[in-house]
């Protein structure tokens, strides 16, 4: 293979980060653990570690879910981001003590294979009182092994951005599997209008989120499809552009970020080769266009990641004509080296 693995780089602010998140995780089972005793006093410490581990796990779930379109809501959620990984993979490790335990409790003292007994033992699907969830609860739980095995930084390099990202979106079938595990599950029997209230809640508050998301970013995209006479197209006025930022425009259906640094004016692509992350919302950070995700980096003018890494981002031509900045919407193969178009600010 032609990517070498690298043990996970762990800095001072992602051991911050996973300190609270553990801390969070702790608290949770204790007020859960204290919540459940004082409600179901009989209740076996199984019940409470299944209940507890399942309940965790879905709460997080709705966390690692609501990450996403928050940071594209507001730029102030984007430390998030950056644990957001490890968040998932506490989310599988969770769900993981939930189905084991589940599984010793309910599926490990007859004489029938445990799995098998999880896939075949209740055949009840024409019932929604009686529904084999369990299935349901085993298939999310797969989902979640494949994303948090191949969630290193090496798979995403193997797999290449593209199949990384489709397996990633995996998460939300998880979500829905689960979602029907405990519908069709635990609320058949736990029958406070609480719990489905909270579980609707949850579905409600991801779907507003990711809706409200995609509206701004629809509303922010200025679709400029009117070329001069030799293709290019007038995205706006090169003094618009703060230095060292980029301004996003949508050409031919393809978002471009063209940034502006020393003088000069780049395009290219505004999608980040790491997990997709807005390049435009970045900045230029010594000499390099920098994501605003995770830092990854690109040489403006060519659009590859500086040695060693090998990202590449597709290039645009661009130039500026009495002020104005044009950009030819037929993106380059990445990392196509394009001569910048030179610009200074009459005011600066
Ligand atoms: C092998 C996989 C799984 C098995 C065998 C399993 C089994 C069970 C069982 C037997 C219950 C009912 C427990 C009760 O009524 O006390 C349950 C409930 C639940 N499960 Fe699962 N489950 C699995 C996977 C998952 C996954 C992947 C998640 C979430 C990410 C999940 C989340 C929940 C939740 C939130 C509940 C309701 C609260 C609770 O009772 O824990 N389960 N599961
Ligand atoms: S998306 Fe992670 S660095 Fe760009």
Not at 208 to 216: M, T, W
Not at 260 to 274: E, M
Not at 318 to 330: E, I, N
Request: overall charge neutral; glycine content about 8%; proline content about 7%.
């Amino acid at each position: 293979m032609s990517v070498h693995y690298r043990a996970v780089q762990w800095n001072r602010q992602k051991k911050v980060y996973d300190r609270w998140l553990l801390i969070g995780v702790a608290l949770y089972l204790a007020i859960f653990a204290a919540a459940d005793l004082s409600a179901h006093p009989d209740s076996t410490v199984e019940t409470l570690l299944i209940r507890g581990f399942g309940s965790a796990s879905l709460l997080l779930l709705h966390v690692v879910l609501s990450i996403g379109p928050l940071c594209r809501l507001d730029r102030r959620f984007l430390p998030l981001l950056y644990n957001r990984r490890h968040m998932g993979v506490t989310v599988f490790v969770l769900a993981l003590a939930h189905g084991g335990f589940s599984m010793v409790q309910f599926h490990a003292l007859g004489d029938v294979n445990p799995l098998v007994s999880v896939l075949a033992g209740n055949p009840r699907v024409d019932s929604l009182a009686q529904f084999p969830f369990q299935p349901l609860g085993l298939a999310a739980l797969v989902f979640l092994f494949l994303m948090a095995a191949t969630s290193h930084d090496f798979w995403l390099a193997n797999l290449t951005a593209p199949v990384w990202k489709s397996l990633h979106m995996g998460v939300y079938l998880a979500y829905g599997l689960v979602l029907m595990h405990v519908a069709l599950g635990v609320l058949q029997s736990e029958t406070h209008p609480a719990l489905a209230a909270l579980l609707g809640l949850g579905l409600l508050w991801l779907i507003s989120l990711h809706l409200l998301a995609a509206l701004r970013e629809r509303g922010a995209d200025v679709p400029l499809d009117v070329p001069t006479d030799d293709g290019f197209v007038d995205v706006g006025e090169a003094s618009g552009i703060p230095n060292n930022r980029a301004r996003i425009v949508t050409l031919g259906g393809e978002r471009v970020a063209i940034f502006r640094y020393d003088g000069k004016i780049s395009a290219l692509s505004n999608v980040c080769q790491h997990q997709n992350g807005p390049l435009g919302e970045g900045a230029i950070v010594d000499g390099f266009v920098t994501c605003p995700w995770h830092g990854y980096q690109y040489v403006p003018d060519c659009g590859r990641s500086p040695e060693p890494f090998t990202e590449r981002v597709p290039t645009f031509r661009a130039r500026v004509v009495d002020g104005r900045v044009h950009v030819h919407p037929t993106p380059l193969p990445p990392g196509t080296r394009v001569e910048p178009a030179v610009w200074e600010d009459p005011d600066a």
